[in-house]
């Protein structure tokens, strides 16, 4: 029997471990740290769905609506990185976008801008994860 508890025993610590490392929303909002690949665009800011009027010139992101939830990442700190050039910004979640993909975000034409582009090239290729709540930049 003690055999079969150890057996049951590593079996439950591959679970839990294996389990772990995959990204869940909790009440809508997503884990921190991990890494998503996505497209980003650019918007004209102004009242967001987390209820703040923001400007062209402020570096805030809209998350799409498929992870949007109730808001509760409003305010979050980002990280984004240009796969296409390595230069790395940080935005404000602050609205939600309609039209992007679960992991694609919508940046305001500074953020955009700031990442290496020009807002004619239009769309960049991404990757981004939420910072720790209490960060800022």
């Not at 992007?100 to 290729?125: K, M, N, R, T």
């Amino acid at each position: 029997m003690s055999r079969f508890a150890a057996v049951v025993s590593i079996a439950l610590c591959a679970f839990i471990s294996a389990t772990s490392a995959l990204p869940m929303a909790v009440n809508g909002t997503l884990s921190k740290r991990v890494t998503h690949d996505g497209r980003a665009t650019h918007y004209e800011t102004g009242l967001g769905a987390c209820g703040y009027r923001d400007d062209d010139s402020d570096p805030v992101v809209a998350i799409s609506h498929l992870i949007y939830g109730g808001g509760g990442n409003c305010n979050q700190w980002m990280q984004i990185t240009n796969t296409a050039n390595g230069k790395t910004q940080y935005g404000k979640t602050r609205d939600k976008c309609e039209g992007c993909g679960e992991y694609d975000i919508d940046l305001s034409p500074s953020l955009f801008e700031s990442l290496g582009a020009d807002l004619s090239q239009g769309v960049l290729q991404v990757e981004w994860h939420f910072m720790n709540k209490d960060w800022s930049p």
